[in-house]
């Protein structure tokens, strides 16, 4: 079974910057879309970023552009979400997921998701 992990959460104060990656443990993420996620306490699961096995990518929360930059080293098996200038406004736990081919910012449409990173941002 597919096991995607996420790496790279924790505690950063207001305007700090962190990089999470997702790793595939067993299967290979080229050729497949990789989406970054958020759910914050009480909030519905949102798309942050995604990207295709191209490079193409999209952004589906404006609050995140300019400041996240979502990556991918198909070499590696890896796709990153580099997170500057932080606000607590992200706070959040951020999962990966992939699906075939497209992006898509709809939780729903993804097939595989790694368990989770706690992202939080307080000073």
């Known amino acids: 079974q597919l096991q995607l992990v996420e790496s790279g959460g924790g505690l950063v104060q207001p305007g700090g910057s962190l990089r999470l990656s997702c790793a595939a443990s067993t299967a290979t993420l080229n050729y497949y879309a990789v989406g970054w996620f958020r759910q914050a306490p009480g909030k519905q699961r949102e798309g942050v970023s995604c990207?295709?096995?191209?490079?193409?990518?999209?952004h589906y929360v404006d609050s995140v552009k300019g400041r996240f930059t979502i990556s991918r080293d198909n070499a590696k098996n890896t796709v990153y979400l580099q997170m500057n200038s932080l606000k607590p406004e992200d706070t959040a736990v951020y999962y990966c997921?992939?699906?075939?081919?497209?992006?898509?910012?709809?939780?729903?449409?993804?097939?595989?998701w790694g368990q989770g990173t706690q992202v939080t941002v307080s000073s």
């Open positions: 997921a992939r699906r075939r081919i497209y992006c898509s910012g709809n939780p729903n449409e993804y097939d595989d």
């Open positions: 990207i295709t096995n191209s490079g193409a990518f999209w």
